[in-house]
């Protein structure tokens, strides 16, 4: 799923939790972040708006990335260098914008899942995406987000690294951090555990005294 993204980015063994083993536990984050997307993720449906194409709840994939998903909302802007839609005279370039529940995050997670559908976009209809929207209902706003080469090759390496661990079916241990605090699966996790000394350790280290 390219959602996995986003979660493989904010904690690997997150992702691993909830795309592996199918672990998943609500908090009011996750709740909130459902509300929100309610309205963008009604599929396929589609609103003109003067040169603009609206369309929410897109399903999207690419063979580069073996990924698929759906936009929240993708925005067709009327464009001499754009593609053709059926049913929809002219040509149009399309710009993908993804609902967030927060404010803009320290990490790179939100962009990461944003430059993925841009991929996604341009393998589907054979076109550049060179930029991308994050809104965020915190803030009221959205910000753009320059899709650039360097961030695609980062996006297929992220790709290529999860797809290794799903094939391994390998839920990795990762370095704790305040960031657990705020995951909905740190019941399940028990990041604490993993910062205790496992009984191999402990006779190693007794044994070399």
Not at 66 to 75: A, H, M, P, Q, T
Not at 148 to 176: C, F, G, S
């Amino acid at each position: 799923m390219l959602s996995g993204l986003q979660h493989f980015q904010f904690c690997k063994r997150q992702w691993a939790l909830i795309h592996i083993e199918q672990q998943w536990e609500e908090n009011v984050k996750t709740i909130e972040g459902q509300h929100l997307h309610k309205k963008a993720d009604q599929p396929f449906i589609k609103e003109k708006r003067g040169e603009k194409l609206i369309v929410r709840g897109m399903p999207i994939q690419s063979h580069e990335l073996k990924l698929s998903g759906i936009c929240d909302v993708v925005e067709f802007h009327a464009s001499k260098d754009g593609v053709s839609i059926h049913g929809i005279d002219g040509t149009y370039l399309p710009f993908p914008v993804e609902y967030k529940r927060g404010k803009p995050k320290k990490g790179d997670e939100d962009v990461v899942q944003l430059a993925a559908q841009a991929i996604c976009l341009e393998d589907m209809l054979v076109c550049d995406v060179s930029v991308g929207y994050l809104f965020y209902n915190e803030i009221k706003h959205r910000v753009e987000v320059p899709i650039t080469e360097t961030l695609k090759q980062h996006v297929r390496n992220i790709a290529i690294e999860m797809h290794d661990y799903y094939r391994r079916r390998h839920t990795p241990k990762v370095k704790t951090g305040d960031f657990c605090k705020s995951c909905s699966l740190q019941h399940i996790c028990l990041p604490k555990l993993m910062n205790k000394q496992t009984v191999k350790r402990y006779i190693d280290g007794r044994l070399a005294e």
